[in-house]
């Protein structure tokens, strides 16, 4: 069974089923048509080359022997997460490549409160850390995104991640311990003080830090199957804010303005487009159930029904007056730290924009993980966004960059019925600004079966349209080079993001190299990140 897997033969790829099945289970090999199909799209990029088979792994030693089996034939091994991405992560490169989904690899190792650290198997998803966490008074600095009910701790660690506690801690890399990750030979190796005989996983320090190769890098050097996350004091106060703002420049110029502060633990500013298919489309007036995790939310029962009622009254309709809205949860650990960080980030607030219902960070603070229907508008639209980072002083420079641009695309996204809206955060000490499309074209089986059918139903006999989504890749490309034109970085690089292109040769070569010590068969997630 040395046959590369661009030549593997029938009775070959069967053998390489059935010592598979050996070796997992025959129920966690999958290989039909309809399975092979749905594993090679992710939300955008269709149709994707099926893979061979796809391994359900129960357990790191499940990943660890797929891995060996997989290497021996000369088959390639993609992982998967939630499926959440957007940028080729998960899909083959090559055909008869093995997926493996780490979705049941999701159980909580070790809660330990006393050393201020979790440690949870990497396909767990981000509720699922959250729950095992609460009652301990602690939690992750970065704690998920919006997807986080379907995305995994694996996924966020592969294709980096920011959202909620992101303006004040970063991204997920700054959350991280360590991990253990199955190398191309099927070995397990672990990276921080976890790595050393006899010592808890509590710190990522002590000799060359392993653990920074295999963040972010959509395992095109390992297969991730569990992480060590660092814990933190959960603050006792928690306020909301919200802001109208007449252009992205006075927007962005406010949220700079708020970092130095250190008192915003996530925030997010968005334009009228985005109200219409993100506020109406994630039902944040989701009736009844609102109004209670609303209620719920409060510091006593009448002060939390009152939150309820405001809410209530105030609906999001007010949202649309402006151009820009930014919403915002500050936190602290005492009330006087929490009332002056409160007055500090509304003075800054008020000098650029003026001050709104704080509607929409209050709601999404009561349920952060819900179903991510924002993967679709709000008629069922397709959605896909772009992003990049920036340092702070830049952030004028690139919002106005980025508004020109989309100026001058103007015509040709009208040409092909694209609806472009923009949304931005701060995320540690650096700028985000992250575009997204919408347009009409087919629901595919992902969507439906993350949403369910019922959610999908009324444009389930949609069409394809490709030739308006490819006018969407089109402006995802030409945004990704006006960014690294600007300097920008992109995290989610994978297959999709320029890399290759935009590295110093001495920094790729030792990235190569690196790839070659790991990898010399180049077999794991082959073309992730340019490496062949």
Not at 100 to 120: F, G, P, Q, S, W
Not at 175 to 192: N, P, Y
Not at 325 to 352: C, I, N, Q
Request: net charge neutral; with cysteine; charged share 20%.
């Amino acid at each position: 069974m040395a046959a590369t897997a661009e030549r593997l033969q029938p009775d070959a790829a069967a053998q390489f089923l059935a010592a598979l099945a050996q070796q997992i289970g025959a129920e966690n090999v999958l290989s039909d048509a309809a399975s092979r199909t749905y594993y090679a799209n992710d939300i955008f990029w269709q149709p994707g080359i099926e893979p061979l088979a796809i391994a359900l792994a129960n357990s790191a030693e499940d990943v660890a022997a797929t891995v060996g089996l997989a290497s021996r034939a000369g088959i390639a091994i993609v992982p998967r997460g939630g499926g959440m991405s957007y940028t080729k992560g998960y899909l083959p490169e090559r055909a008869g490549s093995v997926v493996i989904d780490a979705r049941k690899l999701n159980r909580i190792v070790e809660v330990n409160a006393a050393d201020m650290y979790v440690t949870v198997e990497a396909g767990c998803t981000w509720a699922e850390v959250n729950e095992a966490i609460e009652g301990t008074g602690l939690r992750t600095g970065y704690w998920g995104p919006l997807s986080g009910m379907k995305a995994t701790v694996g996924g966020a660690l592969s294709q980096n991640s920011a959202f909620f506690g992101s303006a004040r801690h970063g991204t997920v890399a700054e959350a991280v311990l360590g991990v253990t990750v199955v190398l191309a030979d099927g070995s397990l190796v672990t990276t921080g003080s976890g790595g050393r005989k006899g010592t808890k996983p509590f710190t990522r320090e002590g000799g060359p830090d392993l653990t920074g190769l295999f963040l972010g890098d959509n395992g095109a050097l390992g297969v991730k199957v569990s992480a060590t996350l660092r814990l933190y004091p959960r603050p006792a106060e928690v306020g909301h804010l919200s802001f109208g703002f007449k252009s992205l420049q006075d927007m962005a110029a406010a949220q700079v303005a708020m970092v130095p502060l250190r008192a915003v633990s996530e925030g997010f500013g968005i334009d009228r487009t985005k109200v219409e298919h993100s506020a109406s489309v994630n039902k944040l007036m989701d009736g009844v159930k609102t109004l209670g995790n609303v209620a719920r939310a409060g510091s006593s029962l009448m002060a939390g029904l009152k939150e309820a009622a405001k809410v209530a009254t105030a609906g999001t309709a007010f949202l649309k007056e402006h151009a820009f809205t930014l919403h915002l949860v500050v936190e602290g650990h005492s009330k006087p730290e929490f009332d002056h960080a409160m007055a500090e980030v509304r003075a800054v607030g008020k000098r650029f924009g003026t001050e709104i219902e704080n509607t929409v960070p209050k709601v999404m603070r009561s349920k952060p993980f819900g179903l991510p229907r924002g993967m679709l508008g709000k008629d069922g639209e397709r959605w896909v966004p772009i992003h990049g980072v920036f340092p702070l002083s830049a952030a004028a420079e690139v919002c106005a960059a980025n508004d020109a641009y989309f100026a001058g695309r103007a015509a040709f996204m009208a040409e092909h019925g694209i609806l472009y809206s923009v949304m931005s955060m701060t995320v540690g000490n650096e700028f985000f600004l992250e575009p997204a499309f919408y347009w009409l074209d087919e629901i595919t089986p992902l969507h439906a079966r993350t949403l369910g059918d019922d959610v999908v139903r009324p444009w389930a006999d949609r069409p394809g349209n490709p030739v308006a989504r490819a006018a969407v890749a089109d402006l995802r490309r030409g945004t990704q080079e006006l960014y690294a034109g600007l300097g920008g970085v992109s995290w989610q690089v994978a297959r999709d993001y320029p890399f290759r292109d935009v590295l110093k040769p001495e920094t790729f070569a030792l990235l190569s190299a690196v790839k070659r010590a790991v990898d010399p068969q180049g077999l794991m997630n082959p073309g992730s990140l340019g490496l062949s």
